[in-house]
């Protein structure tokens, strides 16, 4: 069933003016996508290709961004994607997306990849990321997102983290000044 965001113009959970923005729960934006491993995505050791990864994330990243935001998204940035165990040829990939927390017209995407093998009975955690997409217009220019809303502990603990990784992406991109990310300091220094 399609979810409809309530309208509010109150304040964010960050306890700023809301400017008459939307919210929409980071459940609504779950996708989850499956693929089975074939010859042409492994290496020589018939290992899933690392590439071949970043861009299933890629693409289920992009999707749940454009269904939580109800618009066309671009990828913003990638943060350090783990390799935790190596995927075979034959196995089922499963990835799961989720928004963890928006912004302004950036939304951060949390990425976990599974493998499953059927014939043995196992299933393995593979992959982790965080993604940040930026909602555009048709001409390219950022635009408003609704807020998250965190339900879950598990969501409440991604939704947390995410000012800081936030914080982090940018001051790596010089975006921000290091007085510029408070959140980070206090969670460094205090
Ligand atoms: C991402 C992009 C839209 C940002 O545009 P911009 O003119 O710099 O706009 P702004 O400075 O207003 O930033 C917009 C948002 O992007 C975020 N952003 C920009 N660079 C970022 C980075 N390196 N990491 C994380 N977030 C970033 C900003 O924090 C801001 O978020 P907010 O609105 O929630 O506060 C623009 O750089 C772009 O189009 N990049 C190319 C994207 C692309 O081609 N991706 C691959 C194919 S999809």
């Known amino acids: 069933m399609?979810?409809?965001?309530?309208?509010?113009?109150?304040?964010?959970?960050?306890?700023?003016p809301i400017r008459n923005r939307k919210q929409r729960r980071c459940a609504d934006s779950f996708v989850r996508t499956t693929e089975l491993v074939l010859p042409n995505d492994t290496n020589t050791?018939?290992?899933?290709?690392?590439?071949?990864?970043?861009?299933?994330?890629?693409?289920?990243?992009?999707i749940c961004a454009q269904r939580f935001?109800?618009?066309?998204?671009?990828?913003?940035s990638v943060d350090s994607i783990s390799f935790n165990n190596s995927i075979?040829?034959?196995?089922?990939?499963?990835?799961?997306?989720q928004v963890t927390r928006s912004?302004?017209?950036?939304?951060?995407?949390?990425?976990?990849?599974?493998?499953?093998?059927?014939p043995a009975g196992t299933?393995?955690?593979?992959?982790?990321?965080?993604?940040?997409?930026?909602?555009?217009?048709?001409?390219?220019?950022?635009?408003?997102?609704?807020?998250?809303?965190?339900e879950t502990a598990d969501?409440?603990?991604l939704f947390d983290g995410a000012l800081r990784r936030r914080q982090v992406r940018l001051l790596i991109a010089k975006r921000i000044k290091p007085?510029?990310?408070?959140?980070?300091?206090?969670?460094?220094?205090d």
Do not use: W
């Open 123 to 150: 299933r393995t955690c593979t992959n982790e990321a965080f993604f940040t997409f930026v909602a555009v217009d048709q001409s390219g220019r950022p635009i408003d997102v609704p807020e998250a809303i965190p």
């Open 45 to 62: 050791l018939n290992n899933l290709m690392g590439g071949r990864m970043m861009h299933l994330m890629d693409v289920v990243g992009a």
């Open 69 to 76: 935001s109800g618009r066309t998204v671009v990828t913003a």
């Open 2 to 16: 399609k979810q409809s965001p309530t309208q509010v113009t109150e304040t964010n959970s960050l306890n700023q």
């Open 179 to 189: 007085e510029e990310a408070q959140e980070l300091r206090d969670y460094l220094f």
């Open 103 to 118: 912004f302004n017209s950036s939304m951060e995407i949390h990425i976990v990849a599974y493998a499953e093998n059927i």
């Open 88 to 97: 075979r040829l034959g196995d089922v990939v499963t990835l799961d997306a």
């Open 155 to 157: 969501e409440v603990r």
